[in-house]
């Protein structure tokens, strides 16, 4: 087995197959040279969770702090604690990018070639290849074409590639983007900073919520840790739940209560309608959460201001805007978003034949069609990743025993069901979605092939449902010996 990426997912796909296989060796391959991914990567002010760590963390693994959406570094401390607690930090290799795999039905193997950060080519085989490799560029995040970018004096920084030296103590700060990472950014910058300025170009939906989870931390003085992290898990899996639905079949309410949640935390007489009120429906697009309301208490505080508005061009003091506004600045950051990659940005062929990653059709949302022992991790758009990771590896898992107990050397997802029709993979409509859509597999529109973002709905059919569903493939090549052998 070849683990690829050593994040929140590539930890937890190694601790599900070391218990359900002790006896199987496997590696995780990373490219980078230290492990936890998203959580080690950013590093800017305020990094944190905006979900919460009882549906954020594994199911295997009790959150038991009291802070329930949490800061960054907690968040890498604790998929350090469970790599080094299971012995699976033994098994990283970093600074190995996996760069190409070639499938061999022959065989029933795949050969998966390597680059070394030290320049050297490795080329090894395995028979079941998981891809934990998260869904960004790590080299670049996105930024859009500023006119006039290079003639700005002041620091320009994104938040992906954060300067540690970064000196913004009583400095004026214009922070372009109104996503999660810019509304994480303004409250912990505004902190030192002179002002902060939001500049978007169109709102988004912000809800406050409480950072401690005021339920668990009561569960806590009278119930042991697992039990309360189980209770606490499934009612905030419930709460989501209803809120996305009730999202989707009747905006308007939660539009009504988001609108209540503004008013409440933001000056008599803010421009909510300006500022806080998207053109879309909630969940169109990701939404926003901020514990506490921090984001509403520091521009009540008068130490950000929201400016909605389209920039003209930088110029040597900062931005000039559509409207003929000017914000003048000595940081900019361009929390413009992620540069959306699939597989790692591995290629993959089946004997000979390159795939064509957008022309195949994705398998409960972690196989994909005519791609033979293969599965990737992926978490949900609209719910906690992890909850989708840790039903992913649970599902690798019983297929491997079920190819294990027949005997089978290759398991392949197939549409055999000429009803099957494609539609795209994500119903987004965030720039970075579209942007990257058409690189993306496809959904179809039945199961096993429909992608439902709903944990309830796919513990039904991930856990549980049969693994020989007609769809999967399965033969019992006679594999020859491998030609290397992964030693982890
Ligand atoms: C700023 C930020 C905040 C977020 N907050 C939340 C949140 O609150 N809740 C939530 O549910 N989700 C959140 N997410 C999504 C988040 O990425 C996931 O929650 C989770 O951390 C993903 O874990 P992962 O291991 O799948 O991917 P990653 O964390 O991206 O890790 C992937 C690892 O794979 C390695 N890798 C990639 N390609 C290769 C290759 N070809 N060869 C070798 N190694 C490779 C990378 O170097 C990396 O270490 C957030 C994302 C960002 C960017």
Redesign the pocket.
């Known amino acids: 087995m070849l683990i690829?990426?050593?994040?929140?997912?590539?930890?937890?796909a190694a601790h599900h197959l070391q218990e359900a296989f002790p006896w199987r060796s496997y590696a995780i391959?990373?490219?980078?040279e230290?492990?936890?991914?998203?959580?080690?990567?950013?590093r800017y002010p305020g990094?944190?969770?905006?979900?919460d760590m009882h549906?954020?963390g594994y199911r295997f693994r009790p959150w038991t702090e009291a802070k329930s959406?949490t800061d960054?570094p907690s968040?890498l401390e604790y998929v350090r604690q469970t790599a080094q607690d299971g012995g699976i930090d033994a098994k990283i290799r970093f600074n190995?990018?996996?760069?190409r795999a070639a499938w061999s039905s022959e065989e029933a193997r795949w050969t998966v070639e390597?680059e070394r950060s030290d320049g050297e080519a490795v080329r090894l085989t395995c028979s079941f290849l998981w891809?934990?490799?998260?869904?960004?560029r790590?080299d670049e995040g996105f930024t859009p074409e500023f006119e006039g970018a290079d003639r700005f004096r002041g620091e320009l920084v994104h938040?992906?590639h954060w300067p540690e030296d970064l000196d913004y103590d009583g400095k004026r700060v214009v922070v372009i983007g109104s996503g999660?990472?810019a509304v994480?950014l303004i409250p912990a910058m505004a902190e030192r900073a002179a002002h902060v300025t939001m500049l978007q170009r169109s709102p988004t939906y912000i809800a406050s919520l409480p950072a401690e989870d005021p339920i668990a931390n009561r569960l806590r003085r009278v119930l042991p840790d697992r039990a309360v992290y189980s209770i606490v898990r499934w009612k905030n899996v419930l709460l989501q739940t209803f809120v996305y639905q009730l999202s989707r079949r009747r905006p308007q309410a939660i539009k009504r209560l988001i609108r209540r949640g503004l008013e409440r935390g933001l000056p008599a007489g803010y421009d909510i309608d300006k500022h806080f009120t998207p053109r879309y429906n909630p969940w169109d697009q990701r939404m926003c959460l901020v514990p506490n309301g921090d984001l509403f208490a520091t521009i009540s505080a008068g130490r950000a201001t929201v400016v909605t508005d389209t920039i003209r061009t930088f110029t040597e003091e900062g931005i000039e805007l559509d409207s003929g506004e000017r914000l003048d600045a000595d940081v900019i950051v361009t929390a413009t978003g992620?540069n959306l990659?699939f597989?790692?940005?591995?290629e993959l062929s089946v004997d000979g034949e390159t795939v064509d990653v957008p022309q195949t059709m994705t398998y409960k949302g972690m196989m994909l069609s005519g791609v033979p022992n293969l599965a990737f991790?992926?978490?949900?758009t609209n719910?906690?990743?992890?909850l989708k990771?840790d039903l992913t590896s649970e599902y690798v898992c019983r297929l491997l025993a079920h190819m294990d107990a027949h005997g089978y050397r290759k398991g392949v997802p197939e549409i055999t069901d000429p009803g099957v029709e494609e539609t795209p993979l994500l119903d987004f409509t965030s720039g970075y979605v579209l942007r990257s859509l058409d690189k993306f597999p496809k959904q179809g529109s039945k199961e096993p092939w429909k992608l439902r973002q709903n944990y309830v709905f796919d513990l039904r059919s991930i856990r549980r449902g049969a693994i020989d569903d007609g769809a999967m493939q399965f033969s019992s090549l006679q594999a020859r010996p491998a030609r290397e052998k992964i030693s982890a």
């Open positions: 690829v990426g050593a994040g929140l997912s590539g930890i937890g391959f990373e490219a980078r230290e492990l936890g991914g998203t959580w080690d990567l950013f990094i944190r969770s905006d979900s549906t954020l959406i960054g968040i190995h990018r996996v760069v390597v891809v934990c490799g998260g869904y960004y790590y938040p992906q999660a990472t994480t992620l990659l597989l790692g940005g591995i991790t992926v978490g949900y719910a906690s990743w992890t990771a």
